[in-house]
């Protein structure tokens, strides 16, 4: 079974890895998006905001987090993801999803999380959308890449947050900064759920995405049904999602 989620996510990083096909200059929800031009701030004033967020303000008023390490898989001792008593140093967990828009709109969408240590983790998703408008194709690609610092480590809830970049990838490529926080909760075997809010800043507008997700485990599978929601101004998307993932 381990095998054949490594192939499964293969062929999809490798779907991903296609160049996007030529744009149209048409309607639809991802031709708005991809087009949609704000008069958002600029980058500084948001980096300095959120370094103070992540930086200053838990350290004043709420303190440092515990040393717990990971365990092999979540709910392997009956615990979430972290364990006290723990001596796995690093961890990766990686997933493939379907989304689909009530607009028609549909996404094939690969999320991954390295943990190369108990206290930061690199986040890197990649959410591919494509609808059928006026008899024409479009196709639009979101890639974010994060650096989080994981604040709460506790057997049953962690919670992060970072900074990292943004790419929207359409007719043209635009790039923007963006902040990320979240948080796992393991409710009680083999439940638990994810919540997790992105923000940026894409072609002098502000991007927003928020993702929820109900997970069910079966030692280092999980599958999980989930709700995504992404926005550029007024300009956005509703998503159901149904995937499958796997913890290394």
Do not use: C
Not at 212 to 232: D, P
């Amino acid at each position: 079974m381990k095998y054949f989620f490594i192939l499964f996510l293969l062929f999809q990083i490798n779907l991903f890895a296609e160049d996007s096909p030529d744009g149209d200059d048409g309607g639809g929800i991802l031709n708005d998006m991809e087009k949609s031009n704000g008069n958002s701030s600029d980058n500084a004033f948001i980096a300095e905001l959120i370094l103070n967020l992540i930086v200053y303000f838990p350290e004043v008023f709420i303190g440092s987090s515990n040393t717990y390490s990971f365990t092999e898989y979540p709910y392997q001792n009956d615990k979430g993801m972290y364990d006290e008593f723990g001596n796995k140093e690093w961890h990766l967990d990686a997933s493939v999803y379907y989304t689909q828009e009530m607009d028609f709109v549909k996404g094939i969408n690969f999320d991954a999380n390295l943990y190369p240590s108990k206290y930061v983790s690199i986040n890197v998703k990649h959410n591919r959308f494509s609808e059928q408008y006026d008899f024409k194709k479009n196709e639009l690609n979101f890639t974010q890449a994060y650096l989080q610092y994981i604040r709460f480590r506790y057997e049953r809830f962690n919670f992060q947050w970072g900074l990292g970049l943004i790419n929207m990838n359409g007719e043209k490529s635009h790039y923007g900064l963006g902040f990320t926080s979240g948080f796992n909760a393991y409710i009680h075997k083999p439940i638990s759920i994810d919540m997790d809010y992105n923000f940026g800043i894409l072609n002098d507008s502000y991007f927003n995405e928020f993702n929820t997700r109900l997970n069910l485990h079966s030692k280092r599978i999980k599958v999980f049904l989930g709700y995504k929601y992404i926005s550029i101004n007024e300009s956005s998307l509703n998503n159901i999602m149904i995937g499958m993932g796997y913890n290394f």
